[in-house]
């Protein structure tokens, strides 16, 4: 079964406030953008990626990203890309011609760029049309850029198993509740039941299809992720564990937490 993961990196980032679009921000030396390609490649289940970028970035965004692809996968990482391949390592490195046995180095995964629309729906649809075959797509955020390749397994393996639509969740732990527009509360929320859903989100790629098509003859802009317009479709979406160091970087603050992140060895 093919996978693609679609990475829509075409926001401006006005939130984070760091002086370019958010995709583009460094963080530890490097764009998010590069991180989360860099990610995409090392779980081992993407066999293509098209990037979503803002039109007057789409060879920066190839560059970053065709780069970031090359790193070799299961070969340590340092904070500032691919470890001197002429320095010590403590493995066995893909495709390494010295050590016989070693395992062949993968193929990088080739990269398409397409310019970005102005809302985050419109940069997954066009991404989509760019996808020329595929069984699986993965729809995923540049700006959750550390998701471990364990996220990116248990979507994958939750499709392959016979679901059309799934997400990675995680528990709420603050309480929630409903408020009018002014700030009076109205009711509480059971917090058992609601969860924080993260990406990438999976797909079997006619159900991402025809949601997408949905949309545009009938626009909900009360979706705010793509398995929300997939659910209109009556389609069952399937929860699978998440994983804090999936943040979605969105605030300086976050931004900050990711870095502690990098530092701990979550790259
Ligand atoms: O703005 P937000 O954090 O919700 O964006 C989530 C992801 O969608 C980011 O990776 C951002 O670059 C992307 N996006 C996009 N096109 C837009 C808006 C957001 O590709 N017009």
Redesign the pocket.
Known sequence: MSTVLL?????????LAAGA???FVHLAGRP?LAH?VEGAVRSGVIDAIVI???SSLLEDARRIAETAAEAPVGSPVGLDGPVDPDGPVDSVRPGDPDVPGAPARPAPVPITVVE?????V???AA?LAAVPQADLVLV?????CLTPASVYHRVVAALKAGASAVVPVLPMTDTVKTTTDAGTVVGDLDRTALRRVQ?PQGFVREALIAAHGLQRTDPDRSA?DDAGLVERLDIAVVGVPGDEAAL???HPIDLRVAELYVSDGHD
């Not at 990475?7 to 939130?15: E, N, Q, V």
């Not at 970005?116 to 985050?120: E, I, L, P, T």
């Open positions: 990475l829509p990196a075409a926001g401006s980032g006005t939130r679009p958010k995709a998010l989360a979503a970028a803002p970005g629309g102005a809302d985050r419109v940069s997954v991404a995923h955020d540049a700006a959750r990406t705010t979605k970087i969105t």
